[in-house]
């Protein structure tokens, strides 16, 4: 709404000429998002202590009793700084920008659901059910992945990192494998929400390198010299990531330990639903395995445990998600964080190197 109105005074103000530019809004949308989360997060702690919408700590696992009751659903203040300063900035005429704000929406009112069922039932159990959870991501995603499928503009071939000219056609079948890269970094981002900061910071690392390929692949000419696919409209991806950086921070000033406000399913489910459908959109979903890698090991070491379990009665690993064995081992929770945000980086750092080493 801002971007359509200083674009609309800039003939006769010469300066707004700079609203143009997807960089300066990028960052401006960054800023943006930042203001209002560390304007709004307080009272929003406030008003979350006082409806006593607190988190629910499960009974076994690592002992995190003195963090019960500590206000959750702080997803919302990342949405809400998001959403807001994507409609600020954003070109909303721009259906890319309409389709992951769709998302983001409908994931976090799932989450949100789930997360008020725990806090009113006391009881981190008594939330919805794996099923129905699961099968309202599935059902978001599929819609979305249909939508997507059907634009004439999209042309149904697999980017594959580090080889240039292998592009598989996969045909109907892209409508599945992006059903699983939304409703798997959705719920791969909600395992990883376990330790104090563990989620927000692989999560802003992913966005801050989804920032640049998006910028990339909206851009004609620099999507052909790295070989990487056109995407028309992409270039207004950037504003959303930076957003989701600028929200992220804010959120980590506040859920940095010993954390004052828990993220929630209403912001994991949410933010990872966001960067599986950017991911889908600029054709990058292997690179979002790469980058993700966080949220891909947290998922596997869940399904291996289980899996194992079911098998032989026995467990690979201490506890599952990944971050709960490293405890047991006696691993303090900071050093987990750290480390963990640490292989986010290089991966990311991996996923860019991608682009030239093809």
Not at 45 to 52: F, N, T
Not at 77 to 86: C, E, Y
Not at 137 to 157: G, W
Not at 197 to 204: N, R, T
């Amino acid at each position: 709404m801002l971007y359509h109105l200083l674009y609309a005074m800039s003939p006769e103000v010469g300066g707004l000429n700079v609203v143009r530019y997807v960089t300066f809004r990028t960052a401006a949308a960054s800023l943006t998002a930042l203001f209002i989360a560390f304007l709004v997060g307080p009272a929003l702690i406030r008003a979350l202590a006082k409806l006593r919408a607190g988190q629910p700590i499960r009974q076994i696992g690592p002992a995190h009793q003195s963090k019960a009751g500590t206000p959750t659903m702080g997803g919302l203040l990342i949405l809400l700084s998001l959403l807001i300063s994507v409609l600020l900035w954003a070109n909303l005429e721009n259906r890319l920008v309409w389709i992951v704000v769709g998302v983001t929406v409908a994931y976090g009112t799932l989450g949100f659901i789930d997360d008020y069922q725990k806090v009113t039932r006391k009881r981190n159990e008594a939330g919805l059910s794996a099923r129905a959870k699961m099968l309202g991501q599935i059902v978001i995603a599929t819609l979305v992945s249909v939508a997507i499928y059907t634009d004439p503009s999209f042309d149904k071939e697999l980017s594959v990192p580090f080889f240039k000219d292998f592009t598989p056609n996969l045909g109907v079948l892209y409508i599945p494998l992006a059903v699983i890269v939304i409703v798997g970094t959705s719920n791969g981002v909600n395992l990883t929400d376990g330790l104090d900061g563990l989620a927000i910071g692989p999560v802003m690392i992913t966005a801050g390198t989804f920032l640049l390929l998006s910028y990339a692949a909206g851009h004609a000419r620099i999507a052909d010299y790295l070989a990487i696919k056109f995407v028309a409209g992409a270039d207004q991806l950037p504003i959303f990531c930076g957003a989701m950086v600028g929200g992220g921070l804010a959120f980590l000033w506040f859920n940095a330990y010993p954390a004052n406000l828990f993220m929630g399913d209403v912001g994991s489910l949410a933010l990872g639903g966001a960067l599986g459908t950017i991911a889908v959109l600029i054709r990058q979903e292997i690179l979002l395995g790469v980058v993700g890698g966080i949220f891909v090991i947290e998922t596997l070491s869940v399904m291996i445990q289980v899996s194992w379990f079911r098998l032989t009665g026995r467990r690979v690993f201490l506890m599952a998600p990944i971050h709960h064995h490293f405890e047991k081992l006696g691993w303090h929770e900071q050093t987990i964080v750290i480390r963990f945000w640490i292989v986010s980086a290089i991966l990311g750092l991996v996923a860019l190197s991608s682009l030239k080493l093809r």
